[in-house]
Every structure is written in C-alpha cells, then in structure tokens.
C-alpha cells in the first residue's frame, strides 16, 4: 500500500487536542489497512513563535512543500496578542496558503440529521442540507494592493484595501467549483456583485466563459449580498457555491451557522495541478484555537476529523476510507454521542477524546 507522507501543524489551544484524536483516527486506518502514512510533525502558530520567534520557520515552510499533505489544528489566542502584527500567530497560516499557493478553500457546510435542532433555522430549511462552498483563497480584497492607511493634511487618515482579480485566478477557481459540481448534483451559483465592482464584472464573464466547458453542469449567477439572504431562506437550493475571497469568508459563515456547531465544520485548501497529477493541500478545521474552552477536554474533534476525511478524499483518492470515516461520524452522531458545544440543555456531553474513541469504534465495525 502507498504510504502518505503527512505534515502534522497541531497549532495553538485547542488544536493539538482536536489532532490527537485524528492521530487515533490514523492509527485505525493503518490497522484496519485502509490507509498508510508518514507521519511527520512540526509547530505553526503561537507555539512557533514561543519556541523560534515567528509563526512558521523556512524549515516548517519547506516540511510543508515536501508533504503530500498537511494537517493543521488552529492557531492563535490571547496569549499572543501583543507580538507584532508581522509575526503574529495569524500570518504562519497566511504565510503557508500564499506561499504553497493554496488558492482554493474548499468548505463544506452539512446540517447532520442528528443536530438539525441545534442550527439556526428550523429544522425542515436545513435537514439534508449538503453545500460546498468554493472560496478564492489568495486574491481579491485581503491581498490587493495598494493596502495602506495614510494621513491627510488635516490630520485625519485614510484607509485604502484594493480588490484584485486577474482572469487567470477567476478561471481556476472557476473549474474547481465546475469540477466539484460534475461528482455532485451538477449545480454551481457564482456570487459576485458585478452591479457596482468592476472585478464582480469580471468575475461573471469569466466564469461564464469556464462553464461553456461544463455542458453537463448549471450556472447561476447570484449577488452575494442575495445570496446571504437565500442562504438564511432557503439554503438548499444551493449545491457547488463558488464566490471570491471576501464574500467567501462571510458566506461560508453564514452556512457554517446553519449546521448547528463551528466544531463540526472542516476545509481544504488546494493548489493547482501540477504535471504528475498531483497538487499541494492543507486541510483544517473552519474553527479557531478556542481558548476559552483549550485545556478542558470540550473540544469537539469532529471538523478536525472531517479534515482527514477530506484529506483521504480529495489528496490521494481514497475515496472509499473517507465515506467509511464520515459515516462512522454520522453513526456516532446518530448514537447520540456529544461533545459539550452539540449537547442539549440538561444532557451529559462526553469529552474530546471519548468522542475520538466512539468514532473509531463505528470505523472498526464498518470497515
Ligand atoms: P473560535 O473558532 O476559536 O471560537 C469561537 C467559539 O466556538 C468559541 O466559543 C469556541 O469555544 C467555540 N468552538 C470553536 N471550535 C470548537 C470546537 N472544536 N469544539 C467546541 N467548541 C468550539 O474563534 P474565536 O474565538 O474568534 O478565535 C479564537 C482564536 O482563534 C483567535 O486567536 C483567532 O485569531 C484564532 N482563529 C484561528 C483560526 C485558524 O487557525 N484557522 C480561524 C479562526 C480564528
Ligand atoms: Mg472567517
């Protein structure tokens, strides 16, 4: 069996707990033969910085590029608050997707029929609700430039963020999202504005011209100040959403608002195909570090879980280990495992790690 060689970036607070567990996870599957890896680890974050000085050292940077994968906790949290914003926990993060060029987020927002209660909408809006939102990950507003606050004459400042976006990076995102589209129900909305930006101009035509290669796959184009409307109204009629960076960190927010618990929610993060096939990708929870609960065992490890689902998935094709793995969440989900952030009032949730076990236990009598 080809072994994986894995890069393990548990990160800060509740991240190297939400990683333990998915090292359990990858204990089970070499045992029960489904999947092999190279483990390797490094720090990234808060505890880059107390152990080196910066968030992510050349060396970590380099283990990244040479990894197949990499797997990352959270980081960040409060005892780092005051360190420059050049180094702070945050830009080890940034620093990995812009330099492995990980230009596509993948995000996927699931409502499980266990914890629909537990959303924000009525249960009948969201049950079966299965969207995937396709983020522009290192373009647009966050990284254009000019970037700059300056001071005027009279003394007061002015802030300037630029939206870039070339028809290069639209296309790309664009066949992802098209791509992703053909192994689901064959939908895609695009959400931009292009009635008041210029770059909302350009990334309609352009995604417009992408799908002419997509016969077999829907486009609808939809303004995403609607479309976070629909989201709240009517979120299933959404399958494959495809959107730029900015309106993709608040969408995916909202959607992630509509599965019941952030604990729940994974990503990936993937560059372009190179010659042999292959592409870089870093997958990670869609949460934070979590201090406020860090060191207590309430950290529900199941979107870290799900990111090595993803990781099976979507990097080396095991597509079979990965339905495996998701359905052994939804049977513990089902059984009525939870963690302290999916529990109902009055009920005795479990901890992070007895959650990892219960998982592994469904795996084991699946596989
Ligand atoms: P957060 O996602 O860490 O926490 C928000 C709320 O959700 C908290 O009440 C937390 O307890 C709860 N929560 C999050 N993940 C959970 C899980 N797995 N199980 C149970 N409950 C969970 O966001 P917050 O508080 O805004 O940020 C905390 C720190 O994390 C900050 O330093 C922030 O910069 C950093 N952060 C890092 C990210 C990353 O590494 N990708 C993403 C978002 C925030
Ligand atoms: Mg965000």
Request: include cysteine; charge should be negative; proline fraction near 4%.
């Amino acid at each position: 069996m080809t072994s994986y060689k894995l890069l393990l970036l548990p990160g800060d607070g509740i991240g190297p707990e939400v990683m333990a567990e998915v090292e359990k996870v990858i204990g089970a599957l070499d045992a029960l033969g489904l999947a092999r890896f190279e483990i390797e680890r490094d720090l990234v974050g808060g505890s880059a910085i107390d152990a080196h000085g910066k968030p992510l050292t050349d060396e970590a940077l380099a283990r990244a590029d040479a990894a197949d994968a990499i797997l990352l906790g959270a980081v960040g949290g409060p005892k780092w608050a005051d360190v420059a914003y050049e180094i702070r926990p945050e830009a080890g993060l940034l620093r990995l997707r812009k330099d492995l060029g990980l230009f596509a987020n993948l995000r996927p927002a699931i409502c499980y029929p266990a914890l629909a209660d537990g959303s924000a909408l009525k249960r009948e809006l969201v049950e079966g609700l299965d969207i995937m939102i396709v983020r522009e990950l290192t373009g647009g507003v966050y990284f254009g430039e000019p970037k700059e606050i300056t001071t005027l004459p009279d003394g007061s400042k002015r802030a300037v963020d630029t939206q870039v976006y070339t028809t290069a990076e639209i296309e790309r995102i664009a066949h992802v999202a098209f791509d992703l589209a053909r192994k689901r129900s064959g939908r895609v909305a695009s959400a931009e504005k292009h009635n008041v930006m210029k770059s909302g101009v350009l990334w309609k035509e352009v995604v417009t011209k992408v799908h002419a290669d997509y016969s077999d796959v829907t486009l609808e184009h939809v303004l995403a100040d609607n479309c976070a409307m629909q989201l709240v109204r009517r979120p299933k009629q959404y399958d494959v959403l495809v959107t730029d960076n900015l309106f993709g960190d608040v969408l995916s927010d909202v959607a992630a608002m509509l599965t019941g618990s952030l604990g729940m929610l994974p990503s990936a993060s993937l560059g372009a195909v190179d010659a042999k096939g292959s592409r870089k990708a870093l997958y990670e929870p869609v949460h934070g570090s979590a201090p406020d609960i860090a060191g207590k065992g309430y950290a529900n490890p199941i979107a870290m879980i799900g990111s090595l689902a993803m990781c099976l998935r979507y990097s080396f094709g095991l597509g079979e280990a990965a339905d495996l793995l998701d359905s052994a969440v939804t049977r513990t989900l089902a059984s009525g495992a939870r963690t302290r952030d999916i529990a109902a009032e009055g009920t005795t949730p479990i901890s992070t790690s007895e959650m990892g076990d219960a998982i592994i236990r469904e795996l084991k009598h699946a596989a």
